[in-house]
Every structure is written in C-alpha cells, then in structure tokens.
C-alpha cells in the first residue's frame, strides 16, 4: 500500500531546478536508498517530502492514514548540534511535539512512547545523560529513538552513518534492518555509502535533479554491471 507517492515533482529556487519531473512511490514496509552526486536533489527531495519546500509542479500524495508531520526524520547533524545541552530523554522526548496539537505539555502517552523507543534503540540507559556526552553512534540511536516517536510508518534518513567509526556504522544499520523487517517501519536513506546501505535495501534511487535511475537492488546491479547507471556516492 502507498505510503507516499511523487508524480511529476519539479522544485526550483529562483531560476535553478534543483529537482526535474521525479516521480515515484513508498510503499509500507519499503526500504529505500537514494544516491547522487552532491547537489543532485537528495536532500531537497528529501524536505518536500516532508512538506517543508513546495513543488513547483507535481503533486506529492499521502497515503495509509499517513500525514506529512508524521515522518520520522533524522536529518545529518551539525557540529553545534552534536554538543546540545539536554538530557536524553528530553531529545527522545520531542519527537512527540507533532503529536501534541494544542497540548503545551507532554502527557503520559509521549512520555511511555519515548521510554518504549529509548528501550528499543537502547539508550534508555543513558535517559538521564547530557545527550552531548554520548558517544556518535549512541547520539544517533538516541535521534533515532526521537524520529520514532513521530512515527509508526516511515522514516527518512540523510547520511545517518556519517562520523560514525565502522564498528558503530554497521551496528546503526543493524538496527535500521531491525526496524523495516521486524516492526515493519518504512526507510528511505540518503546515503554515500552505497555498499553498504544496499546490503538491506530492497529499491534504489539515482538522482542527478532528475532521475537517473529507480527500481530493485537486483535490476540496479545488473544496469551496473552493464554500465547503463554509475554509482553517484
């Protein structure tokens, strides 16, 4: 079942496209890479999907009871970022502020959502630690835990494993594989470590503005293999 689809999308920022007539699906329980050269329109895809910038044409539609601030969304993160001066559980925490409404406060149900997603992620340990204390693959899970908390359905991802050390990189999409077989959460990852991030997915996406490429790991390795798409990232 369509949990989003972009038909035709075309996003411009004065006279420079930066994302040409792109269309596809996610679908529930997809797990999808997105590859390209630096400015080629991932992460601008990335924010209409999240309804943070407006197609110039196109149409981006919303399916399954899915709505557009109830996506989990783990964006790359800053170096000012990496040092914020909160407890864990605070960060976990506000991932439920889409949930709230008109609420000025987080009730019981977030406050048991953050704690089910701290366990899952297993930092629920560490709920009360400076989160800038945390090691780089300890900060994700925890980011990750908050993405979770505003979602159910479907998760986006931009580089997650960047600065992460190799050990703490494959523990990271250990999880992520976890999240889209076990409970079922739909992926779309941005990535340069495309090896890597391919191992789990089940489709692909070239972008370079427009599309270079989409469909299944299997038909992007055989266009690979023939030289009909290269690797952008």
């Known amino acids: 079942m369509s949990l989003m689809a972009m038909k035709d999308v075309t996003i411009a920022f004065e006279d420079t496209v930066a994302v040409d007539r792109v269309s596809f699906e996610v679908n529930a329980g997809d797990y999808l890479v997105v590859v390209g050269e630096n400015g080629s329109g991932k992460s601008t895809l990335m924010r209409a999907m999240l309804g943070l910038v407006k197609p110039r044409s196109g149409s981006i539609a919303y399916g399954d009871g899915l709505v557009k601030n109830r996506i989990g ?13 909160a407890s864990v559980e605070e960060v976990v925490l506000s991932g439920c502020v889409n949930r709230m409404g008109r609420r000025c406060f987080y009730n019981k149900a977030d406050q048991k959502k953050a704690e089910e997603n701290m366990a899952l992620l297993d930092v629920l340990k560490f709920r009360k630690r400076s989160y800038r204390n945390l090691s780089g693959g300890q900060q994700q899970r925890a980011l990750l835990a908050r993405a979770l908390c505003a979602t159910d359905a479907m998760l986006l991802l931009d580089e997650p494993v960047t600065g992460l ?30 090896g890597s991030a391919m191992r789990d997915a089940g489709k692909v996406l070239v972008m370079n503005r427009g599309m270079d490429f989409f469909g299944s790991v299997e038909d992007y390795r055989a266009k690979f293999a023939e030289g009909a798409v290269t690797a952008r990232g």
Do not use: C, W
Not at 167 to 183: G, M, P, Q, S
């Open 73 to 85: 969304y783990l964006p790359q993160q800053t170096a000012a970022q990496r040092d914020f001066p």
């Open 165 to 194: 050390d190799p050990a703490a990189a494959a523990e990271f999409y250990d999880v992520i594989r976890t999240l889209n077989r076990k409970y079922g959460v739909a992926v779309v990852m941005v990535s340069h470590d495309l």
